[in-house]
């Protein structure tokens, strides 16, 4: 019998979950998916009987940090916000999940941006009128250590031999050398894009594409 593990970029999940939800997406939703990612791995010619080993959801720390709005000198403090109260509970939601490990990297401010709507305004005349005002800029945040926990996370497990499967749950290119790492060591490598189109430097590196 296989053994599985199932990876999850959970940003990318989310954002994913978002766009087709056009809502943040629940714990009934994950579960949801969860079960969608089971039953396609399941559905595979060589995997008709799985054995779970863990699921595990890579996130960052939602930011509680403050940043002052460099035009109108506004200053918000995310840790009051309702992103970060919506974002914490359901990290810990997702913790008290059976067989899920929730692994958390950190999420850094690295400065302020154009929203994308003012920015295509801006490069599209007649109607730019070339003047920005406090409300056009959001903040610029970026995951740090998710990226390495995924790697690690594969390394392990296939270096361990605790698995013989893993299904990885990204659109990231960052991740074939995991999925390279994880095929040479002998473990099956699918790959679960949630619909997510392209990428086919990272199909190039998974057995099988479910999804």
Do not use: C
Not at 18 to 44: C, M, N, V, W
Not at 50 to 79: C, H, K, M, W
Not at 179 to 207: C, N
Request: glycine letters at 8%; a positive charge.
């Amino acid at each position: 019998m296989s053994r599985l593990a199932v990876l999850i970029d959970g940003e990318f999940m989310k954002k994913r979950l978002g766009r087709t939800l056009r809502r943040f997406p629940t714990i009934a939703d994950f579960r949801a998916e969860r079960q969608k990612i089971l039953e396609a791995y399941a559905a595979s010619p060589l995997q008709p009987d799985p054995d779970l080993y863990r699921i595990f959801y890579y996130t960052a720390e939602p930011y509680t940090g403050e940043q002052t709005n460099p035009l109108d000198g506004s200053v918000t403090r995310y840790g009051d916000t309702p992103s970060y109260r919506r974002n914490q509970s359901f990290i810990e939601k997702l913790e008290h999940e059976n067989d899920v490990a929730v692994r958390r990297g950190e999420l850094k401010f690295k400065g302020w941006r154009l929203r994308p709507s003012i920015a295509n305004q801006l490069i599209s005349p007649p109607t730019s009128t070339g003047t920005v005002v406090a409300s056009d800029l959001q903040p610029d945040f970026k995951q740090k250590g998710v990226d390495m926990r995924i790697g690690l996370d594969i390394a392990t497990l296939a270096l361990k031999r605790l698995v013989t499967d893993v299904v990885v749950v990204t659109g990231d290119l960052d991740m074939m050398p995991a999925l390279k790492l994880a095929r040479r060591e002998g473990l099956r490598v699918y790959l679960h894009m949630m619909g997510a189109r392209g990428r086919s430097q990272l199909r190039a590196h998974a057995d099988q594409v479910i999804g």
